[in-house]
Structures are given as structure tokens and as C-alpha cells.
């Protein structure tokens, strides 16, 4: 079940109900959850799940299950097993015979997406970048021909790097919604372009704290044109260093010489 990414008032009636009701809650910090609890009153067992003991937890959770008791899950924030621990445990709950009733609510996501003011009808999750800068680029550059929103959270100590990566990788023209600490205190939502976007967190201490979503646009929607010219680059570069490639297919098939650069070193995966 969803519990609030930061407003503790972000919560449903109906979640309430499910933690009054049920006879423990499994939670990924049973200390976060515990205020949670304590704010509106509501004393229960806590057993601990999370990255590091879900596979173990799940023996303990099945015991009780077994016993005829109910279980809910929790995260610290948001929606169990979205970027978060839970999937493990509601597999194993679920394939053990027993029901599982998802209880919706806050997702960081999703509330990010509603205050963008990014108008794709469609967008890509995609949850946790990788912590090492060449395999962030190399998972930025399978995404960057996706014409779809790109939906990202990343950690105040790697804001900046990503940021840099992301100019570099999906193109420094492209916007990017900055979104911190949503529904907290000094929540904060800024629009730029990827260009921009390092030197904005760079320029203040402040912009560089807390949970981040990152919202990139999705690239331009191929034309006839320029699909003829990916599929001719994708066969080049096969064969042939960029340049050459590049050169080959602006004679082949009259594309922009700055726009096949561009792509060719996407599909290279540049920054390997």
C-alpha cells in the first residue's frame, strides 16, 4: 500500500483503515514507518523488509500469513516495489496461495508528472540511472531516440553528474523538469533545458539536496527522412569510425550533416 512521499497528510482514508486493521505491517524502515504510525495513532508489530533481507523476510511473512493473519506492506515513501522494495515479497505472497489488494496512493513519479506541464501523452519510467558514469550513459544512450517523456529519480549526491551526462548523451536542446523534495517543505519544481539544467543545481547549495524526479522530453518523432538516415548510419557504423559514416550517409541520403552526427553518436553509445 502507497504511504506519502513527504506530506503525511497525503494519505488515503482507506490506508488508514488497512493499517488500523491489519495485524502487521512489513516495512522497508521500521523507524520512518513507526512516525508514520505514531502521527496518526496507531500502534503495530513491524517486521523489516527491505533490499538487503527481503528474500529472508519472506519465511517470516508466510509464518504469519499462514497463521491466518493479515499482512500490509509499506515503503518508506510512495509505492512499495517502485523503485522500492516489495516485488519479491508480493511474488512470494501471491504464489503462496494468498491474496494480495494493492492500496493506491503518492507515487513521486506520477505527482511530478502532473506539475511538468509536458504535454507527450506518453512517458517512460525508468526509476534509478546507473551509480557509474559510463554505465549512466550507456542506459542514457538506449533511451535517446525514444520520442517518449523520460522519467528518472536520482540521488542529491549524483544530481549534478547525471545532469552533465544527460546534456551529453540526449541532447543539450532538450527541457528537463528539475522536481525536489515533492510535497515537503521546500519542494521545488524548475523547467530549462539539459544545458542549463547542471549549472542551475551547480549554482546553489540548496538545489542539490534532497529526493529528486527528473522529467526529460522525448526526442523528436522521426520523419521519413531521417529514419532512412538512422537505418543507413546503424549499417555504416557498423563498418566505419563516425566520421566516415556520417560523411557516407549525408551523400546517400541528403540528411543534415549536424543532426546524422548527433544520432551517430547515440548509436554509438557515446561516452563508453
Known amino acids: 500500500m502507497a504511504t506519502p512521499i513527504g506530506n503525511l497528510r497525503d494519505i488515503s482514508l482507506r490506508a488508514l483503515d488497512v493499517l488500523k486493521s491489519a495485524d502487521a505491517i512489513a516495512a522497508e524502515d521500521t523507524r520512518i514507518t513507526r512516525r508514520l504510525l505514531d502521527h496518526y495513532g496507531i500502534p503495530k508489530r513491524l517486521i523489516a523488509v527491505h533490499e538487503h533481507n527481503e528474500r529472508r523476510a519472506v519465511k517470516q511473512a508466510l509464518a504469519l500469513l499462514g497463521a491466518g493473519r493479515s499482512l500490509a506492506l509499506v515503503c518508506d515513501a510512495g509505492t512499495p516495489a517502485i523503485s522500492d522494495p516489495g516485488a519479491v515479497l508480493v511474488s512470494a505472497v501471491r504464489d503462496a496461495g494468498y491474496s494480495v489488494t494493492p492500496v493506491p496512493g503518492a507515487n513521486a513519479a506520477v505527482t511530478a508528472l502532473a506539475a511538468a506541464g509536458l504535454e507527450t501523452p506518453h512517458f517512460l519510467f525508468f526509476g534509478f540511472l546507473p551509480s557509474k558514469g559510463g554505465a549512466r550513459r550507456r542506459a542514457l544512450a538506449a533511451l535517446a531516440a525514444l520520442p517518449y517523456t523520460l522519467v528518472f529519480y536520482e540521488a542529491p549526491h549524483r544530481i549534478a553528474e547525471c545532469l552533465h551526462d544527460m546534456s551529453e548523451v540526449l541532447g543539450a536542446a532538450r527541457r ?5 523534495e515533492l510535497t515537503k517543505a521546500f519542494e521545488s519544481i524548475h523547467v530549462c533545458t539539459l544545458a542549463l539544467a547542471p549549472q542551475w543545481v551547480e549554482a546553489d547549495a540548496n538545489r542539490r539536496r534532497g529526493e ?3 522529467l526529460v522530453e522525448g526526442a523528436a518523432a522521426l520523419t521519413e527522412d531521417s529514419s532512412e538516415g538512422r537505418r543507413t548510419l546503424e549499417v555504416l557504423l557498423a563498418e566505419l569510425p563516425v566520421k566516415q559514416a556520417v560523411d ?4 546517400l541520403t541528403g540528411g543534415r550533416r549536424n543532426e546524422l552526427y ?5 548509436l554509438k553509445g557515446h561516452g563508453k
Open 262 to 266: 548527433k544520432l551517430a553518436l547515440t
Open 248 to 251: 557516407l550517409t549525408v551523400k
Open 212 to 214: 529528486f524526479v527528473l
Open 176 to 180: 528537463v523538469v528539475i522536481a525536489r
